[in-house]
C-alpha cells in the first residue's frame, strides 16, 4: 500500500467517526432507524489488507465507537462480525491471485457486486449490534423490524455517500 492511500484511509476513519460521533449519534427515526455511516470505513479498506490488520482495524474503530456511545463493546463485535463477513466475500466472490483494483468503491467494482457486498456486510454488522444491544428474545421481532430498518437507512446513506464520491473506472 501506497502513503497516499494509507493518509486517504486514515484521513477517513476521521471523518467518518466525527460525523457518526457529532451529527449521527442521535439521529434516529422514531427510534427504528438509525444510521451507522463509519461502517463505510471497514466496506473500503483496500484488497490487500492482510486479514489480521483488518480485524485489528475494525476492533479499534468498535472500541472508539463504544467509548463515545458508553456501550460495552457492542460496536466493538458488530465492527469484528463485519470484517469476518468481508473477508468470506470477498474470497468468494473474487479472485486471490492478484486485484485488479485497490479498493473495493462503487466506481471499482461495479452496482451490483458493491450493492450486494454493502448490503450483507452491514445486514451483518446491525443483526450483531442490535441483538447484542437488546440481549433478550422478548423483543425478538421489534429488534429484527429496527434491524432492518436500520439495514435500510444505512445502505441508503452509503450508496449515497459512494455516489458523491463516485469514480468511474477507466477501461
Not at 472500541?63 to 469476518?84: I, W
Request: glycine letters at 4%; a positive charge; one cysteine or more.
Amino acid at each position: 500500500m501506497n502513503s497516499k492511500l494509507i493518509l486517504v484511509n486514515i484521513v477517513r476513519w476521521f471523518v467518518l467517526l466525527l460525523i457518526q460521533i457529532l451529527l449521527l449519534r442521535n439521529l434516529s427515526f422514531y427510534n427504528m432507524a438509525t444510521p451507522f455511516v463509519y461502517i463505510i470505513f471497514l466496506l473500503l479498506i483496500p484488497f490487500g489488507t492482510p486479514n489480521l490488520l483488518l480485524y485489528l482495524i475494525a476492533f479499534a474503530t468498535g472500541l472508539t465507537l463504544d467509548a463515545f456511545y458508553d456501550t460495552l463493546g457492542v460496536h466493538t463485535a458488530a465492527c469484528v462480525a463485519l470484517a469476518f463477513v468481508r473477508i468470506l466475500f470477498i474470497s468468494v466472490t473474487m479472485n486471490r491471485d492478484g486485484f485488479d483494483e485497490p479498493e473495493p468503491t462503487l466506481g471499482n467494482m461495479g452496482f451490483k457486486w458493491f450493492i450486494i457486498y454493502a448490503l450483507l456486510c452491514t445486514l451483518s454488522h446491525h443483526l450483531v449490534l442490535f441483538f447484542l444491544e437488546t440481549f433478550r428474545l422478548v423483543e425478538f421481532s421489534y429488534t429484527l423490524m429496527r434491524c432492518f430498518f436500520s439495514v435500510a437507512f444505512t445502505l441508503f446513506s452509503v450508496v449515497l455517500i459512494e455516489f458523491i464520491f463516485y469514480n468511474r473506472k477507466m477501461r
